[in-house]
């Protein structure tokens, strides 16, 4: 697949000698919405930005459609626009005006057919002749991505594009992104919501502390988060788990009632049938069972853990 963007070896450090990236390597492809996630302070919007030639790296390569983001930054930068997380307009603009202005600002001839069609997509056309000040929330936030389209950039990022909007919202967000996507733009868009990244991206990067801790294609994850659990209660505690069960890799609780047996959701066999055989024949009765299974949210923050946890190895 073909890389739109080439991230190598970015780092940041701020001049308060905060290390906000440390050593981040990514590709971006054609057509894709790639969904970067990560906490509060993670170094999301830090890497959005250097991208976009707003934050100076401290080390490493950025290069957006084959130009390099420092020595041919004119040519890097107009391929990209760019949402940014918190709602900057001039109050008193027209909304149209705000869009021509946009495209303007990267040299590009004045194109009315092209700022009509972004408008309309976005449901802003009736309202073009409003200034920014009388648009609700919403529909200010949509003026912010006209503004980014305004030029017709080849990628998109989106900075917490949901962040503080309601549910409906959110929604029309969604699928405002998924249309874009089908207009040929690719997305990058960042947010700490699991259900966004689950809902909307083709590939998810989980990124804290500075670093990208995995990037996977979404589908693969989710496969891979086909894991299930069984829980199993016991009538009567369980001082360890009976040798005859050894092949099923139970774990017992540190209350001694509750075996886990962890499986496969997407194999033809799971092993349950054959397992509750065996428990029946060592003897052991069950007060109850219940399924579980593993969700982006476990993974997510199991990731985060063992990121910290690696990390705090590292440093002692
Ligand atoms: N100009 C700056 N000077 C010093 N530190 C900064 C600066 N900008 C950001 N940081 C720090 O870098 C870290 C990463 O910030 P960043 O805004 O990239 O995180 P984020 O993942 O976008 O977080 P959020 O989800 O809260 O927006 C934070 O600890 C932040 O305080």
Not at 80 to 107: C, M, W, Y
Not at 235 to 258: C, F, I, M, Q, T
């Amino acid at each position: 697949m073909t890389a739109i963007i080439s991230i190598k070896g970015l780092e940041k450090t701020y001049a308060d000698g905060f290390e906000a990236l440390k050593g981040v390597d990514l590709d971006i492809h054609e057509g894709e919405i790639l969904a970067l996630l990560g906490p509060n302070g993670a170094g999301k919007t830090t890497l959005i930005s250097t991208v976009c030639g707003l934050v100076t790296p401290s080390a490493g390569q950025i290069s957006v459609g084959g130009h390099d983001i420092a020595s041919e930054f004119r040519a890097a930068r107009s391929l990209i626009g760019l949402v940014p997380q918190e709602i900057t307009i001039e109050p008193f603009e027209k909304v149209i005006n705000t869009v021509r202005f946009s495209r303007g600002l990267f040299g590009k001839r004045r194109d009315d057919a092209h700022i009509e069609k972004v408008l309309r997509s976005l449901s802003l056309w009736e309202k073009r002749n409003n200034r920014n000040q009388e648009l609700s929330g919403g529909m200010k936030r949509r003026v912010l991505i006209a503004k980014a389209l305004s030029h017709e950039p080849r990628v998109l990022f989106l900075d917490e594009p949901t962040a503080g909007v309601d549910v409906t919202l959110r929604r029309e967000m969604w699928e405002l992104v998924r249309q874009l996507r089908a207009d040929g733009v690719i997305i990058i868009l960042t947010t700490h919501y699991i259900e966004e990244a689950e809902e909307m991206a083709d590939r998810i990067g989980v990124i804290d502390h500075g670093r990208l801790l995995l990037v996977e294609e979404k589908q693969k994850l989710l496969h891979q988060l086909g894991r299930k659990e069984l829980l199993l209660e016991l009538a009567e505690p369980l001082d360890e788990v009976p040798g005859s069960l050894a092949e099923y890799d139970l774990e017992l609780s540190d209350d001694r009632l509750h075996l886990t047996y962890e499986f496969d959701a997407h194999a033809e066999r799971t092993g349950m049938t054959r397992l509750m055989g065996a428990i029946s024949e060592a003897g052991l009765s069950l007060k109850d069972l219940s399924t579980r299974q593993s969700s982006l949210e476990d993974v997510f923050l199991k990731l985060v853990q063992d990121g910290r946890a690696t990390a705090e190895e590292g440093a002692e």
